[in-house]
C-alpha cells in the first residue's frame, strides 16, 4: 500500500498542472437565452476601450437591458474567446477581426443571423468579412484599419530624403539610414509579435501578384502557395533582412510601447509598417510625436509586379457578433449603438475612420483631419481590400504560417525551406 | 483491542503507521482533480476535437503524427536541456547559499532575507520584469553590450541561457531555504569529532554536511526535475517559445497546440507523453537514490 500510494503521488505532482489546463476546457453547457436582460459584452484591450464604455454606459442608463463589458489583452484574447465559445461561459456579445475567426463558431452553430436592415448603416466593402456563408454575423464596431508605412519625419528631414514611393526608393533609403546609425524599419520579431512580419508578406505579394493570388488560397486552393511570386517574396525578405533593413535585434523587439512604436517615437528607428492603430498608439504613449512627428506614406509599388501599387492589405475592420447566450434583443438593440452618432463620433476622435455610412461628415473632426483623410481615401481608392492573412485563414492554418514567417525571418528557414514549409501545413 | 494483539504478536519493528482513513480526503481529491483529467487526456489523444463540437475518434491517427513530428523531438531536446542547465546552475549555487546561511550570526540573516525575496515574486512578474530588463533597445544589453552580447534572447543558446539564469535567480531561494534546513540539523557532535581528529572545513564541508544533506538533495533534485517538466510560464512570458520555435519546450508545444490552434486532440498526445515523461523521471529518481528506502542520515547517533 505504502509504495502503491508514494507512486501515486509522485504521478500525480508530475500530472495535475498539465491535467488540470486540458481538463479546462471540458466543461459544456446550454444557456437559455430570454429577449431582454443581461449581455456580457467581451472586446480587445485598446484605445476606444472609452468609447465603447461610453456607449454601454448610454445603452444602460435608457434601460432596454444590461451590457456588461469586459475589457481582454491582445494577447490572450483569442484563446480567452476560444475556450469560453466551447463553454457555458459564452459570452453574448463579442470583438472579433471577421473572416475565418468566425467561420468555425458559425459552424458549431454558436452566433446569431443578424438582421439584414443593420447592413444599410455600413459601407459595403467593409461588412464582407463579416459575412459567413451570405449570412450576416458580425457588423463593423471600428475604423477601418489598413496598413501602411509610418515615418519619423525629423529622421527625414536630417537625411534630407522623401518617403518612399517605389521598392527601389525603399532598399535606398535602408542603406542612407543605416549609415546613420539608426534602424531604417523597426520590425517586432519577438514570437508573439510574428503578425507584424506577416504584413510584409501580405504587401509584397500583392505587389508582385496581386489580390487574386490570395484569393484563391483563402477559398482552399492550397497549392498555390507554389506561385512563383511566394518564393521572390520570401527571397526579397530574406534580402531585406540579411541588407541590415531591421537591424540586427528585430527578433526580440515586441509590437508596441516599450517596442516599435518607442523606437519610432526615439528616434532609434526611422520607418514601421503597420495598421492605421499606430496612430492611436503613439498618442497615448507619445502624444507630441502622434502630431508632430510621425509621417505616413503608402506602402511603395514594386517595380516589375502584376499588383496595383493603389490596393492595401489590413484590417477591412473589426466586427461584433452576437451568440445563442445573448438575450437577443437586448443585444440587437446594443449593435444599433454601433452607428449612433456619439459612438462614431468618440473613434474620430481617437483617429479612426469608421465605416459607417455617416462616417463622412464627421472626418472633418477627427483630431488629425488630415490623417483621417489620408485613410478615408487611400481605401476609398484601393481597387481592392485584403483581409490579413491569419485572420482570414483562421487560427489552424494561420498560426503555423505565422510560425514559418517568424522562421523565414529570423533566417532559420531558406526561401526554398519556407515555401515547402508552408505547403506542408494543409494536407 | 484487535489492533493490540497483532502488535503484540507481529511485534513491528517500526512505528505503527496511520490508516488508510487519514489518507480519504487526500485522495478523493487526488482522484477527482488529478487521475479523472488524465484518463480524459488520454482519451482526447485519440480524437480530433477542436473545443466547440463534440470530440470524434480517430484511432491512432494523433499518435502517428506525434511520432514522425520533428518539432516534437526538438522540443523534448530543449526541455532536456533546460532541465539539465537548471539542475547543474541551481544545486550547487543553493547548496553552497543553504550550508552558510545556516549559520546563526547576524549578517547572514539578514543577507538571507535578501536573497529570499525572488521567492516572494510571482512566476508571472518575475518573467515580465526580466523580459524588459532583457530587451536589447531598452533593456540591460544596450548599456552593457561586453556582457550581454547586443541580444541575448535572439539566439537559441542565448534564449536558453536566459531563461536558465531567470529560473534560477527565481528559485535558488527555495532550493536554499531547504539546505538552510537541512544543513541546521546535521548534529554538532559530528563537527566536534571531526575537529578532534583533525579536519578543517572544506574536509568537514565534504565528508559531513554533504552527505547528511542527501536526503534533500533528492528531495531538491525531484522539484527541479518536476517543475523543470512542467515549467511553461516563464518560457510563455519570457521568450514566447522563440526566436522561431527554438525554446517551444514540450509545455509550451502543447498549449501552442491547444490554445493557439485549437487541436485539442494533438494536444492531448503531447501531454500524455509529458505525463509519461515526468512519471518515468520521477520513479527513476526515486528508485536510483534509494529514497524510497527511507533511510534515515542520522543512524549511529
Known amino acids: ?427 | 483491542m484487535r489492533k493490540q494483539r497483532v502488535r503484540d504478536r507481529a511485534a513491528p519493528p517500526t512505528l505503527e503507521r496511520p490508516g488508510v482513513a487519514w489518507a480519504v480526503p487526500g485522495l478523493l481529491f487526488f482522484l477527482v482533480f488529478a487521475v479523472a483529467p488524465m484518463v480524459g487526456v488520454l482519451y482526447l489523444s485519440f480524437t480530433h476535437w477542436d473545443g466547440l463540437n463534440a470530440p470524434q475518434f480517430t484511432g491512432t491517427e494523433n499518435w502517428s503524427r506525434f511520432f514522425g513530428d520533428s518539432q516534437v523531438w526538438q522540443s523534448t531536446l530543449v526541455t532536456g536541456v533546460l532541465l539539465v542547465g537548471n539542475i547543474v546552475v541551481q544545486a550547487p549555487v543553493s547548496i553552497l547559499l543553504g550550508v552558510w546561511s545556516a549559520g546563526h550570526q547576524r549578517n547572514r540573516a539578514v543577507l538571507s532575507a535578501v536573497f529570499f525575496l525572488p521567492l516572494l515574486l510571482s512566476t508571472a512578474a518575475t518573467a515580465v520584469m526580466w523580459r524588459q530588463l532583457l530587451d536589447p533597445n531598452f533593456g540591460l544589453p544596450s548599456k552593457f553590450e561586453w556582457l550581454f552580447g547586443s541580444n541575448p534572447m535572439g539566439t537559441q543558446q542565448g534564449a536558453i541561457a536566459c531563461l536558465v539564469l531567470v529560473t534560477s535567480w527565481q528559485f535558488v531561494p527555495f532550493h536554499s531555504l531547504l539546505y538552510q534546513g537541512a544543513a541546521r540539523a546535521v548534529p554538532h557532535t559530528l563537527y566536534q569529532a571531526a575537529a578532534i581528529d583533525g579536519a578543517g572545513r572544506v574536509r568537514q564541508f565534504v565528508h559531513i554536511t554533504l552527505p547528511q544533506l542527501r536526503n534533500t538533495m533528492i528531495t531538491s533534485t525531484i522539484f527541479m526535475v518536476v517543475g523543470g517538466l512542467t515549467a511553461f510560464d516563464i518560457v510563455l512570458l519570457l521568450t514566447n517559445g522563440g526566436p522561431g520555435t527554438d525554446t517551444a519546450i514540450l509545455p509550451f508545444s502543447m498549449y501552442q497546440t491547444a490554445f493557439r490552434t485549437y487541436d485539442y486532440g494533438y494536444a492531448s498526445a503531447i501531454a500524455s507523453f509529458l505525463l509519461l515523461l515526468a512519471t518515468a523521471a520521477s520513479v527513476l529518481l526515486t528508485k536510483l537514490s534509494g529514497y524510497d528506502k527511507m533511510t534515515s542520515t542520522m543512524e549511529g547517533l
Not at chain 1, 491535467?19 to 476606444?48: E, R, Y
Not at chain 1, 469560453?84 to 461561459?89: L, N, Y
Open chain 1, 1 to 427: 500500500m505504502n509504495s502503491v500510494s508514494r507512486r501515486w503521488f509522485l504521478t500525480a505532482t508530475a500530472a495535475t498542472t498539465l491535467s488540470v489546463t486540458v481538463a479546462g476546457c471540458g466543461s459544456s453547457g446550454s444557456s437559455t437565452s430570454s429577449p431582454k436582460g443581461n449581455v456580457d459584452f467581451w472586446t480587445l484591450q485598446d484605445p476606444t476601450n472609452s468609447v465603447q464604455k461610453a456607449a454601454v454606459d448610454t445603452f444602460n442608463s435608457a434601460g432596454k437591458g444590461k451590457v456588461s463589458m469586459t475589457v481582454i489583452a491582445t494577447d490572450g484574447y483569442k484563446d480567452k474567446l476560444r475556450t469560453a465559445m466551447g463553454s457555458a461561459k459564452m459570452p453574448g456579445v463579442f470583438f472579433s477581426w471577421g473572416g475565418g475567426s468566425l467561420n468555425d463558431y458559425v459552424t458549431a452553430g454558436k452566433l446569431v443571423t443578424l438582421d439584414t436592415a443593420l447592413e444599410s448603416h455600413f459601407l459595403p466593402s467593409a461588412l464582407a468579412a463579416g459575412k459567413v456563408g451570405g449570412k450576416l454575423v458580425g457588423i463593423p464596431c471600428r475604423g477601418t484599419q489598413p496598413v501602411f508605412l509610418f515615418y519619423n519625419k525629423k529622421l527625414f528631414a536630417d537625411a534630407g530624403v522623401e518617403p518612399p514611393t517605389t521598392y527601389a526608393e525603399l532598399q535606398n533609403l535602408v542603406k542612407i539610414f543605416k549609415g546613420k546609425g539608426i534602424t531604417p524599419l523597426a520590425l517586432a520579431g519577438n514570437a508573439s509579435s510574428s503578425w507584424t512580419e506577416l504584413m510584409w508578406v501580405e504587401y509584397l505579394v500583392d505587389r508582385l501578384a496581386g489580390p487574386k493570388l490570395f484569393d484563391k488560397i483563402q477559398g482552399g486552393d492550397w497549392s498555390q502557395w507554389k506561385d512563383p511570386a511566394i518564393l521572390k517574396t520570401a527571397q526579397m525578405i530574406k534580402e531585406l533582412v540579411d541588407s541590415g533593413a531591421f537591424g540586427k535585434k528585430f527578433g526580440s523587439v515586441a509590437y508596441g510601447p516599450g517596442g516599435t512604436t518607442t523606437l519610432l517615437n526615439k528616434g532609434k528607428a526611422a520607418m514601421v509598417l503597420m495598421g492605421s492603430w499606430e496612430y492611436a498608439t503613439q498618442q497615448s504613449e507619445a502624444p507630441d510625436f502622434a502630431k508632430n512627428g510621425l509621417g505616413y506614406v503608402a506602402f511603395p509599388s514594386v517595380e516589375g509586379g502584376k499588383g496595383d501599387a493603389a490596393n492595401v492589405v489590413g484590417n477591412p475592420t473589426n466586427y461584433l457578433s452576437v451568440t445563442t447566450a445573448a438575450a437577443k434583443q437586448t443585444a440587437t438593440d446594443f449593435l444599433k449603438t454601433t452607428y449612433s452618432d456619439s459612438y462614431v463620433q468618440g473613434l474620430v476622435e481617437k483617429g479612426e475612420v469608421p465605416v459607417t455610412s455617416n462616417a463622412a461628415q464627421y472626418l472633418t473632426k477627427a483630431a488629425d483631419p488630415a490623417y483621417a483623410k489620408f485613410q478615408y481615401d487611400l481605401v476609398q481608392k484601393a481597387p481592392s481590400f485584403t483581409q490579413s492573412w491569419d485572420q482570414a485563414l483562421g487560427l489552424t492554418l494561420g498560426t503555423p504560417l505565422l510560425t514559418e514567417i517568424q522562421k523565414l525571418f529570423n533566417g532559420q528557414s531558406s526561401p526554398e525551406q519556407f515555401v515547402s514549409a508552408v505547403l506542408a501545413i494543409k494536407k
